[in-house]
């Protein structure tokens, strides 16, 4: 393999790392470069709402490898680097100052940057969004020195502070626009299990509602006034209202962007040379019979040595379903599929009462997506079988838990 080629990853977090981890392991032994925004070294983005918010988990924990890593295997680091242009046509990166870096092949992975809160007030001190490192720093520390939390959003994000911020004693307030949380992702039997979950921990849910104003005392964050009216006091305020991919890198150099960079299953772009992996991926996935774009960790994890593999010129594809898992309190759960909720009927197995149980979302007759709570004996695989089956299920045998799942 030509040592003289140079690969290029454009990305500060799990989906660049694991891109070059895998150059070096199938052999490519020319040049490569990372480029990350950050200062920081890549790391993986889970504990930033987990185990390292709620101080379960060392910082160094987040990182994907030291740098010594790095050095050994000759992966040269430039980070607090922005990428501020691409012209696939000269196969070069521009980098904020104005170098130009020459690739043969480019691994766009600049995943996705949060949605601002666009209301009055929204840019005081106090108000957090929770997208890296340094945000996770400085909200752990909020969290510490408050007892009256806000938080804005009910997604995963939004719910995992919340339940790290309950754990911490703080006094907790839910604001969502929808009738529950996760209801867009899970549609409403399985969000209710989520919502009777964060009541019973003592968390106050403001449903139909937005914000209209933040409002401050002195620059700082003293209350958050909703849309309906109501006045929430507020020490902090954690705003999870979505993510948007990170495609300006892309759209400056023309390649084709839809729900991210659009890329086909080998995750090649519009332009031969360039490919995208992560949440910025729009990615053509066979196993689905879709375009869908994922915004979660594994997708990263996986999709980081395909590109890999594929800039290679190996024999690779995004063939692999999605995944996540999230902890919440007591309750632990695994995902895997795709479905939207509103198209989809749900069959429920097991007790969620006791939140020990699975669902099902399914297309038909067939399992598109599923997930489990606390059901670790079980645990995803058998699940994952189902999707992957594109077999019509009996719905009354998937739902009696004295069926085994491998049986259908």
């Not at 100052?97 to 929204?122: C, N, Q």
């Not at 106090?126 to 890296?132: D, F, I, P």
């Not at 197995?349 to 997506?369: H, I, M, Y």
């Not at 997930?371 to 079980?378: P, Y």
């Amino acid at each position: 393999m030509a040592a003289d080629r140079v690969f290029v990853a454009v990305g500060g977090g799990l989906a660049a790392a694991r891109a070059v981890e895998t150059l070096r392991a199938e052999g490519f032994d020319g040049r490569l470069v990372l480029v990350g925004a950050e200062p920081e070294l890549p790391y993986e983005r889970p504990p930033l709402s987990k185990g390292y918010l709620k101080g379960d988990e060392e910082r160094d924990s987040t990182f994907v490898h030291d740098r010594a890593w790095y050095d050994d295997q000759r992966v040269e680091l430039r980070l607090g680097t922005r990428a501020t242009g691409l012209d696939p046509a000269a196969h070069e990166l521009e980098l904020a100052g104005g170098e130009r870096l020459r690739y043969d092949k480019l691994l766009i992975a600049t995943g996705s940057d949060v949605r601002p809160l666009g209301v009055p007030g929204a840019d005081a001190a106090g108000v957090h969004y929770l997208r890296t490192l340094p945000d996770s720093d400085r909200l752990k520390a909020a969290l510490d020195g408050a007892e009256r939390v806000v938080v804005v959003g009910a997604g995963w994000i939004g719910l995992e502070v919340t339940a790290a911020a309950r754990e911490r004693g703080d006094d907790v307030t839910v604001v969502e626009m929808a009738r529950l949380p996760l209801q867009r992702v899970l549609g409403d039997e399985v969000a209710a299990v989520f919502r009777d979950l964060h009541v019973e921990h003592g968390v106050r849910f403001e449903f139909g509602s937005g914000v209209s104003q933040i409002r401050t005392e002195g620059g700082h964050v003293v209350a958050v006034v909703t849309t309906t009216g109501d006045e929430l006091p507020a020490d902090a305020v954690v705003v999870g209202v979505g993510i948007t991919p990170a495609t300006a890198l892309a759209e400056s150099a023309g390649l084709e962007v839809a729900d991210g960079i659009v890329v086909d299953a080998t995750l090649r772009s519009s332009d031969p040379d360039v490919y995208a992996a992560g949440d910025v991926a729009d990615v053509d996935r066979p196993a689905l019979g879709r375009r869908v774009r994922v915004e979660h960790w594994a997708n990263a994890e996986d999709t980081g040595p395909v590109a890999a593999r594929a800039m290679l010129g190996r024999d690779a594809t995004v063939d692999f379903l999605p995944f996540f898992f999230s902890d919440q309190y007591d309750l632990g759960m695994e995902y895997v599929g795709w479905a939207d909720p509103r198209e989809s009927r749900v069959v429920m197995r097991g007790d969620p009462a006791k939140r020990e149980f699975s669902a099902f979302w399914l297309d038909g007759a067939r399992v598109a997506a599923g997930m489990h709570a606390n059901l670790w004996d079980q645990g995803i695989d058998p699940i994952k079988a189902l999707v992957l089956s594109r077999r019509d299920i009996d719905p009354q045998r998937l739902a009696d838990p004295s069926v085994p799942l491998d049986s259908l």
